[in-house]
């Protein structure tokens, strides 16, 4: 079975800094790959998305993952972090199973604190 | 275009009573999904349906949890009896088709005292 490793379990940042959260995952075959950002009290929205094309995704609010095939890695990045970016982040992975269906399976979560 | 809707939002209840979820899919999604999130244990995948049928529901924590999806624009989840450590915000999500990505209700965060 397919499993997502977020390492970074609690991120606390000062305004201004970069930001990178690792993201690793366990499946041989066709990947879908996502982040998700849940604000304080929210439900999750999605961040950014990777299907296939350039392992480079950009994302709303500034940010960007890049996909490693080689080692199974989808980091997120923000090159300057905001107090609004306090927040809990997800890596998602759709893996393709047998019968056409796409399980879905989340990290643990990263819960980032940027101070002002 | 309205999102995923759950209903209630808050549900405080004592242990031994039967508790009831709702979720209403985004129109035109095929595939619904039951979470659980709590801070010991993270987001949990509980069941998920495909065109109404359940497709997964090794998530499914015991014998007391049970979903139904009666039509495409409705699904409950139900917790017969509750017990104190089912307390958690219980999260309804839907997707269009299989490999995009889903998109979640406000969730309903439930007490069971």
């Known amino acids: 079975a397919q499993s997502v490793s977020q390492h970074n379990h609690h991120v606390i940042l000062s305004e201004a800094a970069s930001l990178e959260l690792g993201c690793n995952y366990s499946y041989g075959g066709t990947v879908n790959l996502f982040w998700y950002v849940q604000y304080p009290g929210q439900h999750l929205q999605l961040l950014l998305k990777y299907f296939s094309g350039d392992p480079l995704v950009k994302g709303i609010k500034g940010f960007e993952a890049e996909f490693i095939k080689s080692k199974f890695s989808f980091n997120l990045r923000k090159p300057s972090v905001q107090w609004s970016d306090t927040a809990e982040y997800f890596c998602?992975?759709?893996?393709?199973?047998?019968?056409?269906?796409?399980?879905?399976?989340f990290g643990r979560g990263t819960s980032l604190i940027v101070h002002p | 275009d309205a999102g995923v809707i759950q209903s209630p939002r808050h549900e405080v209840t004592e242990m031994g009573q039967e508790v009831t979820l709702r979720c209403k899919p985004i129109?035109?999604?095929?595939?619904l999904f039951w979470y659980r999130q709590t801070m010991m244990r993270g987001l949990e995948l509980l069941i998920y349906f495909n065109n109404n049928v359940p497709i997964d529901d090794s998530g499914m924590p015991e014998d007391r949890f049970s979903a139904k999806m009666p039509n495409a624009s409705f699904s409950t989840l139900k917790i017969q009896p509750s017990e104190p450590r089912d307390s958690a915000v219980y999260f309804c999500?839907?997707?269009?088709?299989?490999?995009?990505?889903?998109?979640f209700g406000d969730g309903t965060r439930l007490s069971i005292l």
């Open positions: 999500a839907s997707r269009n088709k299989a490999n995009q990505p889903q998109h």
């Open positions: 998602a992975v759709n893996a393709h199973a047998s019968g056409g269906s796409y399980i879905p399976t």
């Open positions: 129109s035109g999604h095929n595939s």
